[in-house]
Nanobody
Framework: QVQLVESGGGLVQPGGSLRLSCAAS????????MRWYRQAPGKQRELVATIARLGGTYYADSVKGRFTISRDNAKNTVYLQMNSLKPEDTAIYYC?????????WGQGTQVTVSS
């Protein structure tokens, strides 16, 4: 069974950094587009960043220049490096990928940006 397990969330002060990890099982992250979403309280889930199968990346305007998505094929893990964090980045962050027939989600990791 495909599993995506996020880690690395926590409490950080504004301006700080965190690195989220998404460890995948069964599926090779190198062969799938991998995405990070986030959902803040009372808001819809939004796409934050994507790394395509061939390595191209996409970022939401709100995180462009601050967040970097990457992957380590040997570890079968996708990362989201988050710098210059703002209070509005506070949310649960989810890892996602889709096959031809299914959509897979991790359990999420909480990121709280507060002084």
């Amino acid at each position: 069974q495909v599993q995506l397990v996020e880690s690395g969330g926590g409490l950080v002060q504004p301006g700080g950094s965190l690195r989220l990890s998404c460890a995948a099982s069964i599926i090779p992250v190198s062969r799938y587009a991998m995405r990070w979403y986030r959902q803040a309280p009372g808001k819809q889930r939004e796409l934050v960043a994507t790394i395509a199968r061939l390595g191209g990346t996409y970022y939401a305007d709100s995180v462009k220049g601050r967040f970097t998505i990457s992957r380590d094929n040997a570890k079968n893990t996708v990362y989201l490096q988050m710098n210059s964090l703002k209070p509005e980045d506070t949310a649960i962050y989810y890892c996602n990928t889709d096959s031809n027939t299914d959509s897979y989600w991790g359990q999420g990791t909480q990121v709280t940006v507060s002084s």
